[in-house]
Structure formats: structure tokens, C-alpha cells
């Protein structure tokens, strides 16, 4: 047998965790996935949204969202901007490891829309500029997972 996820969003439901810190890229982000998501037949009211203060925040929301059971899969979203101190780093690691683990630990695709960039000029590339919308890219990964996922636990 050979699982496979779709990209069609019909009966999914999706909730969204978003920084507010960078606000201005994060917003690019956040419109790029509901748009993705829309676009692949899925529903605006099946879209719950969450903000959060800043990327280091992320993983706690996207834990207890997963933990409700209420969605199909979830998309984590930020921006994290390389300075001149180490927060860089730490930020970026712990907002990763912490979704990676809250997915891992709950069963529900979590996929990772958070931009960790060199320059300001890099991040709003990535939020519908010349390198595209990494926003849009998450919610596709997502619309996929949650397919195969149950695709999967439809043939156990």
C-alpha cells in the first residue's frame, strides 16, 4: 500500500498560530495560507486563527490546539530576524524543537511557516516577493499531511 496526501482542503479544518511580532511580514504570511487554503476548496469559517506575542510563543499555542482535537492540522507562522546577539538562535531553536515535539506529542501535523531570515530584506522575499510566500507553502504542506495522515488511519 502507498499513502499519498492530496491537496484538497474540502472537509479540513485548520487552525493558525501567529506571531505578532514582525506583524508586517507575518500578515503577507497569514494571507498567502488562507489563500492557499481557500484555493484548494477549503473554507474560511474552517479556519481558526490564534495570535500569539512572538515566535518563541508559538509552540505553546500550537500544542494546545493540537491537544483539542478540533483540527486537521495546524500552520505555525512567524518571522525571526538574525541581530547581533545569540536571541536569534535561540529563538529560531526553540520555536522549532517546541513544534516539532507539540506534533510529535499530539498527532497532528503542525507545519512550519516561520521565517528565520539574515535581514528584513530576506524575510519580506519569502512573504510574497521573489522567493514566493512561505505562508502559502505551509498550508500546502499542511493540506497534505492532514490528507495522508488520514488516509492512513482510514486503512489501519
Not at 469559517?45 to 495546524?74: D, F, H, R, T, W
Not at 522575499?125 to 504542506?141: C, I, V
Not at 497534505?144 to 492512513?152: K, P, R, T
Request: with cysteine.
Amino acid at each position: 500500500m502507498i499513502y499519498s496526501g492530496n491537496l484538497l482542503a474540502h472537509n479540513l479544518k485548520f487552525g493558525i498560530v501567529i506571531s505578532r511580532w514582525h506583524d508586517l511580514i507575518n500578515s503577507k504570511l497569514l494571507e498567502g495560507a488562507i489563500d492557499a487554503i481557500v484555493r484548494h476548496g477549503g473554507m474560511q469559517e474552517n479556519i481558526q486563527i490564534a495570535y500569539v506575542p512572538g515566535s518563541y510563543e508559538i509552540p505553546l499555542m500550537c500544542k494546545k490546539m493540537a491537544e483539542s482535537k478540533k483540527y486537521s492540522a495546524i500552520i505555525a507562522i512567524g518571522t525571526v530576524i538574525r541581530g547581533q546577539t545569540l536571541h536569534f538562535d535561540l529563538i529560531a531553536s526553540e520555536a522549532v524543537k517546541g513544534i516539532a515535539q507539540a506534533s510529535l506529542n499530539c498527532g497532528v501535523p503542525i507545519s512550519l511557516g516561520i521565517l528565520t531570515t539574515d535581514t528584513l530584506e530576506q524575510a519580506f522575499e519569502r512573504a510574497g516577493s521573489k522567493q514566493g510566500n512561505k505562508g502559502a507553502e505551509a498550508a500546502l504542506a499542511a493540506i497534505e499531511m492532514a490528507n495522508v495522515i488520514e488516509q492512513f488511519e482510514k486503512d489501519k
